[in-house]
């Protein structure tokens, strides 16, 4: 016991001096691969862990990072801890990792702890290997250490040299070789025979062999030396003429009045794939083995320090959601990996490409800031997206929106990424399958838009929207049947807001489902106020968001809303535009099947002005449909409009729909509209859409609505 506790102590030691560049190398490795804040290297020194090296700093007390050798010993993989750090007046968590480092033998010889800025569940496939792979880096850095501590009596080198698989090689003071095992055999392809009694320099590359012949004479003269005691990495000589990575570590001692030298050296090709595989786990994607953003992120960063010019290409896959809705996940990842190919093919002069993330990627054309040839690049390379891709038995089609950003005096990576997003959503909006350039206009714009979204939100929390309403009459004897909700902004300083102003903004944003469910909530709850008073047969018209349907609770949505209000469903009616149906997406015929199945009425508006075919009138439960103002209004109105209106009439009484017609503006439209069969009518005819108290006292004293009763 008292030998094996000399032996680990001297085992500590050699650790701390001989793999110091190791221990730094490894540290380094941890904190850049994993971004461990701090990073510590323990080797176990009797009984109790001693630290050898520490990288990095953290808000964490020596308690929390303390582990206890029977801990290690218990487990032959990683130990966990999440622990809560202060800074500052925040709290926030951090985890730290434990894992041991064993020798060949599997016997407890230190411990490899890092501390992240995540908790546990975020600790993934790709950190686990990469900790695997350095503590066991760190076992065969202490397994060769405790080797040389052994070589270092030279009682025991025979013996070593023989069971070793390493290569050992000792030479005396006039460089030759005296002792030469099998694993130098194996690594440097002499056999002992070949070997014994040459000089060194058959191992040692030409162009190293003076510097090495001096220092073998300085230490032979009892001159300092700077090597023995270390490892250090080189190349060495094979038999073929090859240079091979070595790593070796020199000891010297005297054997019968005489010097001796010993290295024991092993093939550093293993640390270097190592360290390529650990390089790669950060700076690759996996799936299309092209560079990552985080290699992108340094590559601009470099490139932006240098002061050299760039044209970024930022490329979005459009249809790649269906490949994945339609095919599974497995054939979208197949198609990303087709499309990685193709960029790197068309990539010319070694041009950088790197996937963003999702179906995003980037090409970079170096040292040019050229929008032109950026955008030739940019057809090019939807070109060959487009061809058809065979996944199995199907062939997929998608194409590409490209957005394209030329670099400029002050521009920083994220500047220039930016400026690239705000040309590719350009593209998306103009078409996709297209290549838009930056213009310094979009970026005023967007700014723009953000100051709007903020303002809308401030405007929903401090409730500054309000619902009008335009009253829909029955044609046949002008008594009201309802009114359409519309929602207004009432701005403190610019006053009522046409929707135009806002609702596109809102349709896009996430305030869509909040905003929807309160419009909901507020129609019911007027048109059951007007039930209990003056409109007994009243209907509300609302109209839904198409995020609305995306949210997954329309339909509870709705039925709250009535019951809260005590609000019969047939008293209701919910509008829903071109777009939402166009989606043929079968969630939202299942919730539209829900809601009419409740007794609320469902009204297809604008209809004729877009591309729903007539197919849908019989595949959605719609009980009425909107003629758009555009065939009832205005100065272009001609008998072509007049004809497809009474085909539309007809074909829904047909089909058992009611049809309202939008944008009666005279006494003519009515009369027109009633004799084409028309059941309802809106319009400025009978008014402008009005504040609910306005809406009220124009209904009482307004000859043109009388209410139903």
């Known amino acids: ?283 690759l994607d996996h799936l299309t083995g092209l560079a990552n953003r985080s290699s992108l992120d340094r590559r601009l960063a470099a490139l932006v320090e240098a002061g050299r010019k760039i044209t970024l290409l930022l490329v979005d896959l459009d249809g790649f959601k269906e490949v994945n809705d339609t095919l599974g996940h497995l054939a979208g990842d197949q198609v990303l990996a087709e499309v990685a190919a193709r960029l790197r093919s068309e990539a010319r002069n070694g041009q950088f490409v790197a996937r963003m993330g999702g179906d995003e990627f980037v090409v970079l054309i170096e040292d040019d800031a050229n929008p032109l040839e950026g955008a030739w690049l940019g057809e090019t390379l939807i070109d060959v997206i487009e061809q058809a891709i065979t996944i199995e038995d199907a062939m997929v089609s998608i194409s590409a929106s490209i957005g394209v950003a030329c670099s400029g005096h002050d521009d920083t990576p994220d500047s220039l990424l930016g400026d690239a997003d705000l040309a590719l959503y350009k593209a998306k909006r103009s078409g996709r399958g297209r290549t838009e350039l930056f213009t310094p206009d979009l970026r005023l714009k967007i700014v723009e838009k953000g100051l709007a979204r903020t303002e809308l939100a401030a405007a929903w929390a401090d409730n500054q929207f309000e619902l009008y309403y335009q009253p829909q009459v029955s044609l046949r004897d002008s008594r009201l049947c309802g009114a359409e909700a519309l929602l207004r902004w009432i701005h403190p300083r610019r006053g009522v807001l046409a929707p135009g102003a806002f609702l596109p903004m809102i349709e896009a944003d996430a305030l869509a489902i909040s905003v929807g469910g309160w419009i909901v909530d507020e129609a019911c709850r007027q048109a059951a106020a007007w039930r209990a008073g003056p409109f007994p047969g009243f209907r509300i018209a609302v109209n839904l968001f198409a995020l609305q349907f995306k949210s997954g609770d329309i339909v509870g949505e709705v039925t709250r809303a009535l019951e809260r209000h005590d609000l019969p469903p047939e008293a209701l009616e919910l509008e829903i535009t071109e777009n939402t149906i166009l989606k043929s997406d079968e969630r939202i015929l299942k919730q539209l099947n829900r809601l009419r199945d409740l007794g609320v009425g469902l009204a297809f508006d604008d209809f004729g002005t877009g591309f729903a075919s007539l197919s849908m009138l019989r595949d959605y439960p719609v009980t009425k449909i909107k003629i758009d103002r555009a065939f009832v209004s205005g100065a272009d109105v001609c008998e072509r409009d007049r004809a497809i209106t009474q085909a539309l009439v007809s074909m829904a009484h047909g089909l058992g729909i009611e049809v309202i017609a939008e944008g009666i503006e005279t006494v003519d439209q009515h009369a027109l509209m009633l004799g084409q069969g028309c059941d309802m009518g809106q319009g400025y005819l009978y008014s402008r859409p009005v504040n609910a108290r306005t809406f009220l006292a124009l209904s009482q004293t307004d000859a043109r609505l009388r209410s139903a009763g």
């Open 1 to 283: 016991m008292e030998h094996q506790t000399d032996t680990s102590r001297a085992l500590a030691g050699r650790i701390a001096t001989f793999n110091r560049s190791q221990l730094l190398q490894c540290a380094d490795f941890a904190r850049t691969v994993l971004c461990a804040s701090l990073v510590e290297i323990c080797v176990l020194d009797g009984e109790q862990l001693k630290r050898v090296h520490r990288s990095g700093t953290s808000d964490l007390s020596g308690c929390a990072l303390r582990v206890m050798p029977r801990e290690l010993k218990d487990t032959q993989d990683l130990l966990f801890r999440d622990v809560q750090a202060s800074r500052g007046r925040g709290r926030f968590r951090q985890c730290v990792v434990h894992a041991p480092v064993r020798l060949s033998d599997n016997t407890l010889a230190g411990c490899l702890s890092v501390v992240l800025s995540l908790g546990v569940e975020e600790f993934g496939a790709v950190e686990t290997r990469v900790m695997r792979e350095l503590a066991s880096f760190l076992g065969r850095q202490f397994d060769w250490a405790r080797r040389t501590v052994e070589v270092d009596r030279p009682s025991v080198f025979e013996g070593i040299a023989t069971t070793s698989p390493d290569g050992i090689v000792a030479a005396d003071a006039s460089n030759r070789i005296v002792a030469w095992n099998a694993g130098a055999e194996q690594l440097f392809g002499f056999t002992a025979e070949e070997a014994i009694g040459q000089p060194l320099d058959i191992i040692v590359p030409m162009g190293n062999r003076a510097a090495h012949r001096a220092g073998v004479e300085r230490v032979a003269g009892n001159g300092p030396t700077s090597l023995i005691g270390r490892s250090v990495t080189l190349h060495g000589l094979h038999k073929n003429g090859t240079h091979i990575p070595i790593e070796l570590s020199l000891s010297q001692w005297m054997e019968g009045g005489e010097r001796r030298f010993g290295a024991i050296i092993r093939d550093d090709s293993e640390r270097q794939r190592l360290a390529e595989s650990l390089r790669g786990a950060t700076m």
